[in-house]
């Protein structure tokens, strides 16, 4: 028992510094040494406890911080892009449309206004990315099979 919550404590260590430093490039190597585990071990212990895996954790968190950031309008997509800590505005746009159902573009563009009304952590709620199954063992429950 003591192990496993030992374990969760460093999961959470590597999860926080996610959510603290997305901007930054971050790695797996660099998060399982945060967690003191082996990139493997903690790729598998981490998509086993939050149910995704480090890199789509982090993926999701850069592009929770790029929708604020559209909404406000200030900046460029491109601009968006590298201060969420995307290297590559392909892959950004890409992993954007997949996550949000639109592009950046289109996002931006869009009608706002019920959001602006809300407090920041609810509109972090109401706005967090939900990523979809990406293929039928997921969508059909096998993948926990």
Known sequence: MATDLDELR?????RD???REYALP???PA??????MSTAHFSRRF????GETPYAYLMTRRIERAKALLRRGELSVTEICFEVGCSSLGSFSSSFTRLV???????????????????NCK??????????????REA????SA
């Open 10 to 14: 460093r999961l959470r260590r590597a």
């Open 17 to 19: 510094r996610m959510d």
């Open 26 to 28: 971050l790695d797996v």
């Open 31 to 36: 998060l399982a040494r945060t967690a003191l």
């Open 47 to 50: 998509r086993d406890t939050y």
């Open 101 to 119: 159902g639109q592009t950046p573009s289109e996002y931006r563009a869009g009608d706002h206004e019920a959001i602006r009304n809300l407090s």
């Open 123 to 136: 509109a972090m709620v109401v706005t967090r990315p939900r990523r979809q199954p990406s293929s039928f």
């Open 140 to 143: 059909s429950g096998l993948a």
